[in-house]
């Protein structure tokens, strides 16, 4: 079983931008230091508040200097905010200077106002994504190539360098809402599932769905699938209760409102349920998120939780979020990570 950390380069308050860089950076040291599997970046924008991690893959290339066993994993690089030849350099580039570590996770986002401010329409975003998806797999296997479609034109573009990997970086896919768990078991892709919208209970038929795709299209083996999940680790039952909670819940009724926002924005589905789901989260408490969103407890706790989710869900990996709600002090981040790699990471091998 894979463990990485989902890293937001979280901004907690009364932080400078600098600082937020260089807590980010202590607790990347930790875990390479620690033998966390992988280091998940995210990718947001606009929320000067909550992160600063607008540039992940330049935070990848920063990542890859100061490390030289942990991957490197993007989650997700939103494809539609890209130009598809710009980011097929940058992802190569940092394949070589990671010497092959990178991990590309890909998607969409689930809020429009983040394409508001690139001026790009929401409504455009599955066209646009398998646009960019089409292009980086042809710069990337192909000494030059020409595309055409309602997006992008090229002809004979020969993207350098080539990835370091064959045939190209590892993807894997976010998938939320429920079409897009049979579409992404269809194409073949690693996919990863989080709590933030729903709970763990309601991922169990979307991933029955996903992997009978998967099956019907004649894929070998069984999808993989790597679980973003928000997990805290404590000396202490209580400890580990207590410690988190004012942080996860400022972050869930930070989320619920956007959601619920979002719901009258351009691109938004009725499928997805925005407003109702936006308002679940506003309203929550806290023996809610424990019981369906949250993984806590001691390290034994932890280990008897994921296991159970391992079985239940058919998990390949989890990208444990260590600090959801940013505000759970650094000292407190650094000591979770460590005894989850020194006292949970040892229970899943082999």
């Given at each position: 079983m894979e463990f990485g950390m989902f890293h937001e380069?979280?901004?907690?308050?009364?932080?400078?931008?600098?600082?937020?860089?260089?807590?980010?950076?202590?607790?990347?040291?930790?875990a390479e230091q620690s033998g966390l599997d992988v280091m998940w970046l995210a990718e947001l924008h606009s929320a000067p508040e909550r992160s600063?991690?607008?540039?992940?893959?330049?935070?990848?290339?920063?990542?890859?200097?100061?490390?030289?066993?942990?991957?490197?994993?993007?989650?997700?690089?939103?494809?539609?905010?890209?130009?598809?030849?710009?980011?097929?350099?940058?992802?190569?580039?940092?394949?070589?200077?990671?010497?092959?570590?990178?991990i590309m996770g890909v998607g969409r986002s689930g809020f429009p106002r983040t394409y508001q401010a690139y001026g790009i329409s929401y409504a455009e975003s599955r066209e646009r994504f398998a646009e960019v998806m089409e292009i980086l797999?042809?710069?990337?296997?192909?000494?030059?190539?020409?595309?055409?479609?309602?997006?992008y034109h090229f002809d004979d573009v020969c993207v350098t360098p080539k990835p370091f990997q064959a045939p190209?970086?590892?993807?894997?896919?976010?998938?939320?809402?429920?079409?897009?768990?049979?579409?992404?078991?269809?194409?073949?892709l690693p996919i990863f599932v989080a709590t933030r919208l729903g709970d763990l209970n309601e991922l169990v038929p979307n991933l029955r769905i996903y992997q009978e795709a998967w099956a019907k299209a004649g894929h070998p083996?069984?999808?993989?699938?790597?679980?973003?999940?928000?997990?805290?680790?404590?000396?202490?039952?209580?400890?580990?209760?207590?410690?988190?909670q004012e942080s996860v819940m400022h972050f869930y009724r930070y989320l619920g409102a956007r959601i619920e926002q979002s719901a009258a924005q351009e691109g938004a589905r009725a499928i997805e349920n925005r407003a109702e789901r936006g308002a679940r989260?506003?309203?929550?408490?806290?023996?809610?998120?424990?019981?369906?969103?949250?993984?806590?407890?001691?390290?034994?706790?932890?280990?008897?939780?994921?296991?159970?989710?391992?079985?239940?869900?058919?998990?390949?990996?989890?990208?444990?979020?260590?600090?959801?709600?940013?505000?759970?002090?650094?000292?407190?981040?650094?000591?979770?990570?460590?005894?989850?790699?020194?006292?949970?990471?040892?229970?899943?091998?082999?």
């Open positions: 380069f979280q901004r907690r308050p009364g932080q400078t931008e600098a600082e937020a860089f260089a807590e980010s950076f202590e607790q990347v040291d930790a600063v991690i607008s540039a992940p893959m330049t935070v990848a290339s920063a990542i890859a200097m100061r490390t030289k066993r942990m991957k490197i994993g993007i989650a997700v690089q939103v494809l539609p905010l890209c130009h598809p030849i710009r980011i097929a350099e940058e992802a190569t580039t940092v394949d070589h200077l990671s010497q092959g570590r990178l797999k042809r710069a990337w296997t192909q000494e030059t190539f020409s595309f055409h479609g309602d997006f190209y970086p590892e993807l894997r896919m976010a998938v939320n809402s429920p079409d897009s768990f049979e579409q992404t078991g269809r194409l073949g083996g069984k999808g993989r699938i790597f679980l973003r999940v928000p997990v805290y680790i404590a000396e202490t039952e209580k400890q580990a209760r207590e410690e988190p989260l506003m309203n929550i408490d806290y023996d809610e998120v424990l019981r369906s969103k949250i993984i806590v407890g001691t390290p034994a706790m932890v280990t008897d939780r994921l296991g159970a989710l391992r079985e239940e869900l058919g998990l390949t990996g989890i990208l444990a979020e260590l600090n959801c709600g940013m505000r759970i002090p650094h000292g407190q981040v650094i000591n979770s990570l460590r005894m989850m790699c020194e006292q949970v990471v040892p229970r899943f091998r082999g």
